[in-house]
């Protein structure tokens, strides 16, 4: 079996089904054939993922396991639905690692959250005269742990406002930065619509030759051969001043 990690949500219910040594644990009694079987909680995962696995005794355990859950009442322990969610866990491993190794802003604790939300959802619609409840029950909390893991991955971070602004009020006004004494400035200016201007500048100065001097076109040149072709829509307004010069 896979371990888990002492914090996490799958770990917090191996305490609730397993507790601590000594305590008093549930058992499932299973009705094979003719034969009535008492197994406990580590009995039951072996009859499902054990080498030696029974088909039989298999569907006999997954069946019990989910009847004894529907029939507990709504206001009691939730013991029954408990031990069929730690049932379930041993066939989530593999996807649940997968889905971790492929996006790290994944939250494994919401993750496992995820997949315990979809088995108790399923477990009551669960089909028990169908060949493979315990299968059905295991592919709902798998296809929930990938939708989930797909829609965190989409959502964009947003910043932290409040440092965002704090930043930006303790920078220096335009007017009081210091100027270089050679050097340009560049204004632009949005046109009047509400998407404005979403276009990306870049400046770049040509490499130095040998002789340490650069060659090519200076700052001023690179504006001007950026100008937009004469059919294009104007995205905005680039000026560019000599520095400290008016405006």
């Given at each position: 079996?896979?371990?888990?990690?002492?914090?996490?949500?799958?770990?917090?219910?191996?305490?609730?089904?397993?507790?601590?040594?000594?305590?008093?644990r549930?058992?499932?009694?299973?009705?094979?054939?003719?034969?009535?079987?008492?197994?406990?909680?580590?009995?039951s995962?072996?009859?499902?993922?054990?080498?030696?696995?029974?088909?039989?005794?298999?569907?006999?355990?997954?069946?019990?396991?989910?009847?004894?859950?529907?029939?507990?009442?709504?206001?009691?322990?939730?013991?029954?639905?408990?031990?069929?969610?730690?049932?379930?866990?041993?066939?989530?491993?593999?996807?649940?690692?997968?889905?971790?190794?492929?996006?790290?802003?994944?939250?494994?604790?919401?993750?496992?959250?995820?997949?315990?939300?979809?088995?108790?959802?399923?477990?009551?619609?669960?089909?028990?005269d169908?060949?493979?409840?315990?299968?059905?029950?295991?592919?709902?909390?798998v296809?929930?742990?990938?939708?989930?893991?797909?829609?965190?991955?989409r959502?964009?971070?947003?910043?932290?406002?409040?440092?965002?602004?704090?930043?930006?009020?303790?920078?220096?006004?335009?007017?009081?930065?210091?100027?270089?004494?050679?050097?340009?400035?560049?204004?632009?200016?949005?046109?009047?619509?509400?998407?404005?201007?979403?276009?990306?500048?870049?400046?770049?100065?040509?490499?130095?030759?040998?002789?340490?001097?650069?060659?090519?076109?200076?700052?001023?040149?690179l504006?001007?051969?950026?100008?937009?072709?004469?059919?294009?829509?104007?995205?905005?307004?680039?000026?560019?001043?000599?520095?400290?010069?008016?405006?």
């Open positions: 079996m896979t371990s888990t990690g002492p914090g996490s949500v799958f770990a917090r219910i191996d305490q609730g089904v397993l507790g601590p040594p000594g305590a008093t549930p058992s499932l009694t299973v009705h094979v054939g003719s034969h009535t079987v008492l197994l406990s909680p580590e009995e995962r072996r009859a499902l993922y054990g080498p030696r696995r029974d088909a039989a005794l298999g569907a006999a355990v997954w069946r019990q396991a989910v009847i004894d859950a529907r029939r507990e009442p709504r206001d009691g322990n939730g013991t029954g639905r408990l031990l069929v969610v730690w049932l379930v866990l041993p066939g989530l491993y593999r996807n649940l690692h997968r889905i971790l190794r492929l996006w790290r802003r994944v939250d494994r604790a919401d993750l496992e959250a995820e997949a315990v939300l979809a088995v108790l959802a399923a477990l009551d619609v669960a089909d028990l169908g060949p493979d409840p315990g299968g059905c029950l295991i592919k709902e909390a296809n929930q742990m990938w939708a989930y893991a797909k829609r965190v991955t959502e964009i971070p947003v910043i932290d406002i409040g440092a965002f602004a704090e930043a930006r009020n303790a920078t220096d006004s335009p007017e009081e930065r210091p100027r270089p004494f050679e050097g340009w400035e560049v204004h632009i200016a949005p046109p009047p619509r509400r998407e404005g201007l979403y276009a990306t500048l870049r400046f770049a100065e040509p490499r130095p030759r040998g002789d340490g001097r650069r060659t090519g076109a200076r700052l001023p040149d504006v001007f051969r950026a100008r937009r072709h004469e059919e294009a829509d104007l995205i905005g307004t680039l000026v560019l001043r000599p520095a400290g010069g008016r405006r």
